[in-house]
């Protein structure tokens, strides 16, 4: 019936292939040939080449917004035309979950609360052709556009019981202070840390009355601030961004170029001197 | 009725949040979870970070070629979480449009003339949780989401009588030339001034049979030809583009970096000497 | 009639307007508002500016994956706005081919086999106004537009009877190798060229039991793998990619830079010494 048809969930997409190449392109055409009335929405296609930690990041911070049901075909591969096993995800919270078994799929699955997973071995639900190289058109698109069809989980092929898993690593605490260090940065250049907001609460507790103060690399200590804007401009900060996990920014710049950092570099969250 | 429902105006998304991150992304979930049914077709993302200016231009280019009652989500938003005010604006045209009131909407809104302005304050119409970096999810998408759906602009908030206002700047005149600026550079390296054809028409009115020389920096003197390709491969020229705002290109090549030039660089249009 | 209108095949868009403009965004609002039922689905907007050739090999790698009867509108024209023709194609494979006539459709349009050709010379369904720098949005998109509301192609203008062509080129074959070159190169850095696997095949026979050696540059000698991920992480290798064609590519890694490789760099296919 037209309009209930219209109004289902509709598949996501999530890849590092770029915006260069016709890849994601072709994902959406295998898409819409299986599945013509299947709504397809790009999450991005800009995550960083091969890089699974920032695809689960994504991930992670975008499928509670989607609508229950949504089917999301993730593909961040580099071990594409391996014996890495090709998944599909079903989860309490309604999400759907498809892509390689590389951990890209974790922080989100576990988050919505693993159901069922399945190995997606079903020729049936493959093209005719399988490459070596391309996954995402051979494999994963075709299975998100069955499963939008209607098939079940289990007719992709065989039930498994394990995940890859993937964490972004715990802050270390000492008397004074927190170490984490940095997960993800944004195309703004924001420094998103794996600090969580739990951990500063606590350190902030044992200080009373001090504040706490950010560092990274060698920069001057900063404030954390509830926003980018109140920091004068040029001005440094860390807040609480988008991912609620601590990071560090520039007031209308690139925290990333301004202090040289990236994904690995430590950040120190310590008690002011009292 | 289905069939009125899919010829509805869609919703269109304008915004700095690039493609290498979920941001974009994110907004097109919350609208789709919101207003199932909306169609969302992305202006783009790719407007440099925080240039205001930059926003204001491509929307002004982009409303007019879009159905009547589109709605326009603009997320360009130096100033997110601060007392900026997120507004929604209503035109005699028949075009919506959501975004930050820092003036990334003046240029099109006054176009489309501009009927009513509230302030989204109502938190029926916001996301639970706001945060204060990412309005674009929170606050604007929402909204646009919500208006799709058939709210009337006031339950949005209450109505304003001022809206932020932008201008490109009007090129100076003296006898001989008129002088102007780099208003915007795109992807191709063309360089938009904000010289428009009715002041060139006049400065060449005041030297009949002389003709007309651009320059840009220290480049030698250009015609104004009437397309890209009538200047020989890898020449520089002038002409009325897709803004119908002179423009500096150079064919089949980038002329911001052949010039060194960008926003801001002064464009000279002088009479040929006699 | 809602259930068949939605099934419809979509309007692919593929052109190197990138994604820092509203070009794209443009073509989007203005095929909306003529065809507001139809589906858009972009192939890329990353084609490299006024590459002809990658346009035209992004096409022949896209087209088949669609649904049958899909209109492809292809923007990659540096010609805009002088007298190169611009075009419809129908083709025998049931697809639509609509964009300037400068080889960019002919890779794609004669593989699905060309039934008819016509200059888009009806001002009727054109925009308005026409400029000469931006026909995406006043001739193409409109066309593609009106094609998917059901004119008949012969409505657009007059048939003509040649089309501009374009080839690879062809490997050139001494007796123990195989000269080709570099035609495309992705946004992974990695290199494909114009080397199909029959040639590979054919070589291979002539010298049985010894293998094949690819190099590109003065790169070390590469083997032909099945899949990326065959080669150790950080290495070289040569595979049939998605392309079917030969391509060189790092394993988690980025040949174009590592071997200082581009479009027409050549590439050689040699047998071992024996």
């Not at 800009?46 to 509670?64: N, T």
């Not at 391996?82 to 892509?99: D, H, L, Q, Y």
């Not at 715990?170 to 008397?175: D, I, K, Q, S, Y």
Request: aromatic share 8%; no cysteine; hydrophobic share 45%.
């Amino acid at each position: 019936m037209p309009s209930r048809l219209r109004t289902r969930p509709p598949i996501a997409l999530l890849t590092d292939f770029g915006y260069r190449d016709h890849y994601a392109g072709v994902m959406r055409g295998v898409i819409a040939k299986i599945a013509p009335a299947a709504r397809i929405i790009d999450i991005t296609h800009g995550v960083p080449p091969q890089s699974i930690m920032a695809g689960a990041l994504a991930l992670r911070e975008s499928w509670r917004y989607f609508p229950a049901g949504t089917i999301f075909v993730v593909v961040v591969d580099p071990g594409v035309g391996t014996a890495r096993t090709p998944i599909a995800i079903e989860t309490r919270a309604g999400a759907i979950f498809v892509g390689p078994d590389n951990g890209v799929l974790w922080l989100a699955a576990s988050a919505a609360k693993i159901r069922s997973v399945v190995k997606l071995t079903s020729a049936r639900y493959r093209l005719p052709a399988v490459s070596n190289t391309f996954h995402g058109r051979d494999i994963f698109a075709p299975a998100g556009a069955h499963l939008w069809r209607g098939i079940r989980l289990k007719d992709l092929g065989p039930r498994i019981t394990t995940v890859e898993q993937l964490d972004l690593g715990v802050p270390t605490r000492n008397t004074r202070a927190l170490e984490g260090r940095i997960v993800y940065v944004d195309g703004f250049g924001n420094l998103v840390s794996n600090i969580d907001r739990g951990s500063v609460a606590r350190l902030n507790a044992s200080f009373p009355a001090r504040g706490l103060w950010v560092t990274i690399k060698r920069s001057a200590p900063m404030k954390i601030l509830d926003a980018y804007a109140d920091a004068p401009k040029g001005a440094p900060l860390a807040t609480f961004g988008s991912f609620d996990l601590l990071e560090v920014a520039v007031r209308d710049g690139d925290a990333a170029r301004r202090f040289k950092a990236g994904v690995g570099s430590p950040v120190i969250v310590a008690a002011r001197p009292g």
